[in-house]
T-cell receptor, first 112, second 113 residues
Framework: DQQVKQNSPSLSVQEGRISILNCDYT??????FLWYKKYPAEGPTFLIS?????DKNEDGRFTVFLNKSAKHLSLHIVPSQPGDSAVYFC???????????FGTGTRLTIIP | NAGVTQTPKFQVLKTGQSMTLQCAQD?????MSWYRQDPGMGLRLIHY???????DQGEVPNGYNVSRSTTEDFPLRLLSAAPSQTSVYFC????????????FGDGTRLSIL
């Protein structure tokens, strides 16, 4: 039972355009959501997070949107840069539980 | 900025051998955890600790032991390695107190022959 799903294994975007990565979840107890970026042979790097009491959080070029009724979140990167090429993981946690539940990742390729 | 440091980066073992994966953090984080990543899957929690002397099981704990004698270190032990434990292992830490993100080390790639 995959509680966090990233249905797009890969995504290609032109440099300078907007990248939109999507994530769906099934567990309504999740109350904290995170996005991580991962380069080959490195660990996941924290990008941005959002609490369930919010519907949007921005940090520079990165914005995360949360739609609780649809159990859906998305990460927007604008403008996309070549260094953004990586695998992006969506993850979720519920209060009082240390476990992060991860999606399977989306490989983003930025085309120069 | 050392952050979370994992050693070794690579290891090859034979079935039945034991070994310890090391994890150290210099951020004075209370919470530490171990995850494994297998092809086509997200990271899965093996064990975690909410402070020195306190550990608990995660989603896939079988075949692994942990202990937490200091705030800084959280080693993961494989007592008798099996081919199913071939994976990439990531250690993470975070500060306590509500919604704080986990920060990950660069991983240990482990192959069991």
């Amino acid at each position: 039972d995959q509680q966090v799903k990233q249905n797009s294994p890969s995504l290609s975007v032109q440099e300078g355009r907007i990248s939109i990565l999507n994530c769906d979840y099934t567990n309504s107890m999740f109350d904290y959501f995170l996005w991580y970026k991962k380069y080959p042979a490195e660990g996941p790097t924290f990008l941005i997070s959002i609490s369930s009491i919010k519907d949007k959080n921005e940090d520079g070029r990165f914005t995360v949107f949360l739609n609780k009724s649809a159990k859906h979140l998305s990460l927007h990167i604008v403008p996309s840069q070549p260094g953004d090429s990586a695998v992006y993981f969506c993850a979720a946690r519920n209060f009082g539980n240390e476990k992060l539940t991860f999606g399977t990742g989306t490989r983003l390729t930025i085309i120069p | 900025n050392a952050g979370v440091t994992q050693t070794p980066k690579f290891q090859v073992l034979k079935t039945g051998q034991s070994m310890t994966l090391q994890c150290a953090q210099d951020m004075n984080h209370e919470y530490m955890s171990w995850y494994r990543q297998d092809p086509g899957m997200g990271l899965r929690l093996i064990h975690y600790s909410v402070g020195a002397g306190i550990t608990d099981q995660g989603e896939v704990p079988n075949g692994y032991n942990v202990s937490r004698s200091t705030t800084e270190d959280f080693p993961l032990r494989l007592l008798s390695a099996a081919p199913s434990q071939t994976s990439v292992y990531f250690c993470a830490s975070r500060t306590g107190g509500g919604n704080q993100p986990q920060h990950f080390g660069d991983g240990t790639r482990l192959s069991i022959l």
